[in-house]
């Protein structure tokens, strides 16, 4: 089997997918543009080959090292990246060189416009907030007109919480329209709940091999505005509806082969026109991994190697790896450089130490939502991971 991985030097994690499959007998060739020298060994270990591009934007450049890694190793069976940036570029590739084993270029747009996911939540019966695409400041007015303040204006297609504005009156819409904006912008009314991830690896027929749950801060729109703190944790167990409206979700959107990351609100009150408090409403669809760290943390929480489970998937259409009856809560916290926290970076590793499976870095590139220096910790319990981000993140 020859798989194409494109730009598995980032995030630097994503050498574990190149490896497992290896591991599996794979032929992993990847296609990135750093230098081979820069790769990590790891990396450099797990590929058979890699082509290097000056530029992952340049669509030319990038197809005639598919065109060459076809013409040497033969039929390519899988390409992928498992990154939101280049999926449609990824779906464009696999058309081209008829590569069938993922989203093919005239099925994107469902995964990329916010606007056009509403038609499949729809489908799978799950139910997400009324929506408009914001073209003039007139317009933007008769649907607050029918949903009211406060509402979320967002990228139709962007990546995260990037460029995400909370408008709460009129004058904060004006500010909005005053300035010229280059994409076209999603306005959608504003829902109150608990932010919660459901995430999978799905076989061929779309069913999950593996589900998670992750437990998101309130807003990460505020966390990368405002540059606080982010703390989130993955649960060890994933309540029934959430499983409920991920599993319809997935098979609505056809998210076959692919670990995906769903994003849901939990209601925290009922919701006229919506649903009743604790049901779940569905915000976003990425067909990839949840970001950072947080494929490690569902290791740690699992006892277990999504990493592996999702190389089985491509090779086997079959979860080997076992379950496991261990179960934990792993929380990541982070800090930012310049403030000041009632406890040191010495005092947490003293407390915490023994619990500490993750304590490093963030790459620049990944600090606003992510932070600058982290700690990721293996606990028995969601209060205790509660109790961990108020020791790591008060402020002085």
């Known amino acids: 089997m020859n798989f194409i991985f494109i730009s598995p030097q980032f995030p630097h994690t994503y050498w574990n997918f190149c490896d497992r499959l290896k591991k599996n007998g794979v032929n992993v060739l990847g296609i990135g543009d750093a230098p081979y020298d820069a790769l990590e060994d790891c990396l450099k270990n797990s590929l058979t080959e890699y082509y290097k591009v000056d530029s992952l934007e340049n669509y030319d450049e990038v197809f005639r090292a598919v065109a060459f890694f076809s013409f040497k190793y033969g039929k390519i069976d899988w390409l992928e990246s498992n990154n939101e940036y280049w999926l ?215 006892s277990i190697d999504v990493y592996q489970i999702w190389a089985d998937m491509v090779t086997t259409d079959s979860r080997i790896f076992p379950s496991s009856d261990r179960e934990y809560c792993c929380v990541y916290a982070s800090r930012r450089d310049g403030r000041s926290y009632v406890h040191s970076h010495e005092e947490i590793l003293a407390r915490y130490g023994a619990n500490m499976v993750m304590c490093e870095r963030i790459p620049e590139i990944l600090s606003g939502a992510m932070g600058n220096q982290m700690y990721t910790a293996k606990l028995g319990s969601e209060k205790e991971a509660e109790e961990f981000i108020a020791y790591a993140l008060t402020r002085a």
């Open 88 to 302: 449609e570029q990824d779906a464009r590739l696999r058309t081209d060189f008829h590569i069938t084993t993922g989203i093919q270029y005239d099925r994107i747009g469902s995964f990329k416009h916010k606007s056009a996911m509403k038609e499949n939540y729809r489908k799978a019966g799950v139910p997400s907030a009324r929506c408009h695409l914001a073209a003039t400041l007139p317009d933007a007015l008769e649907f607050v007109r029918e949903v009211g303040y406060p509402i979320i204006i967002k990228p139709d297609i962007g990546v995260g919480a990037s460029d995400t504005h909370k408008i709460t009156n009129d004058k904060e819409l004006g500010d909005f329209f005053a300035v010229e904006r280059p994409v076209s912008y999603l306005m959608e009314e504003f829902i109150e709940g608990d932010l919660l991830s459901y995430d999978a690896i799905t076989d061929s027929h779309g069913d999950p091999l593996f589900e998670s749950m992750t437990s998101w801060p309130p807003s990460i729109m505020d966390i990368v505005n405002d540059e606080l703190e982010l703390a989130y944790y993955v649960a060890g167990e994933v309540p029934e509806g959430l499983k409920k409206a991920g599993r319809a979700t997935v098979k609505a959107f056809g998210a076959d082969r692919r670990f995906v990351h769903l994003e849901f609100f939990r209601l925290t009150k009922d919701k006229p026109g919506i649903g009743k408090r604790g049901d779940y409403v569905g915000l976003e669809v990425n067909m990839r991994p949840a970001g950072g760290y947080t494929p490690d943390m569902m290791n740690y929480a699992h």
